[in-house]
């Protein structure tokens, strides 16, 4: 079976059950975007509602996708609304929830529901567990390659990272080219830019943003939410990784991560993503009272390149770290 998720999960449970998962908002952006989008407007879904959502709306009703497993506490709000309208359409719906206190009881309390409804033990899930923290040590090592030895770009850095949420359904696959990446890596030359930048918030629906930013002299050294998909902590317990996961838990838990790493990465700047109709945006206003670098908020709408507008905003923003 093909199991579907809306947002990144414990995902040992479903490879140990022996099923494939596959992250649906992958699966969107790598596709024909936009037609999804314009699918799921066809079919009702209004306009000023994220693109994400209608994206995987579509993709799960033009795929083969057997379940859909749905973030409904921790992420997108509009996900109960989405998990809704797929019922409607008869796709079997799986509901998994992150407290939003970090509730540990609550947490364990989830993640046994979905055991027992994909039928697996919990030594198995942390048989697969140990098995895939094995990827994850190397992609914590990709993440080195790119912030100390400068030999991985921004946009490189992106793409294995946020592909770590479902190691694109194979991880066997994923790692034989992760280590033939990191070989290509490490023989590299150290890239050449002016700034170290981080990137803060879910990843951009904006498809040229990293090629952009090291056009115009700056790199791109800390993939906030990509990395936390990475699960980097490495905890042996499935429910502490899971509880050191940030995205799902407050603003407060993110700055905590993000002021760390701005002062371990050395970062000149940061640029704070949002998606346009996003409750995180509001998160934007504490992320810049508590960053204490320059600070740069864009949002996107639509899939494709950047606007006329954010392209201005960005250069302005870079000529200002210049002077």
Not at 140 to 162: A, I, M, P, R, S
Request: hydrophobic residues 35%; glycine residues 4%.
């Amino acid at each position: 079976m093909i199991i579907g998720f809306t947002s990144s999960f414990p995902i040992e449970v479903i490879y140990a059950a022996e099923q494939t998962p596959v992250d649906l908002n992958n699966i969107f952006i790598n596709g024909n975007a936009k037609k999804y989008v314009e699918d799921a407007e066809f079919e009702g879904y209004p306009r000023n509602i994220c693109s994400w959502i209608k994206g995987m709306y579509s993709v799960v009703l033009s795929s083969l996708v057997d379940a859909v497993i749905g973030v409904v506490e921790g992420d997108c709000s509009n996900t109960h609304s989405l998990m809704a309208t797929l019922k409607d359409k008869d796709i079997e719906v799986i509901p998994f929830s992150f407290s939003y206190n970090k509730n540990r009881t609550e947490l364990e309390r989830e993640i046994t529901k979905l055991e027992k409804y994909f039928k697996v033990e919990h030594s198995q899930v942390l048989e697969v567990k140990r098995r895939i923290d094995q990827i994850r040590e190397k992609l914590v090592y990709l993440d080195k390659l790119t912030y100390k030895e400068n030999k991985v770009t921004g946009l490189e850095n992106h793409l294995w990272l946020v592909n770590s949420s479902d190691f694109n359904g194979n991880p066997n696959d994923f790692e034989n080219r992760l280590d033939e990446f990191i070989i290509e890596a490490e023989n590299r030359e150290p890239l050449k830019f002016n700034f170290r930048l981080g990137y803060l918030g879910v990843p951009p629906i904006i498809t040229d943003l990293y090629d952009f930013l090291l056009k115009n002299g700056a790199n791109v050294v800390f993939n906030e939410i990509q990395r936390q998909f990475a699960m980097p902590y490495l905890e042996k317990n499935l429910t502490d990784q899971y509880l050191r996961y940030t995205y799902p838990y407050s603003v407060f838990d993110r700055l905590e991560d993000i002021n760390e790493e701005i002062k371990k990465r050395k970062l000149d700047a940061v640029i704070s993503y949002s998606q346009s109709f996003c409750h995180r945006q509001i998160d934007n206003m504490l992320l810049k009272k508590y960053i204490k670098i320059p600070f740069l908020a864009i949002e996107g709408d639509q899939p494709g390149e950047l606007d006329a507008r954010t392209q201005l905003r960005i250069e302005s923003f870079l000529d200002m770290l210049r002077y």
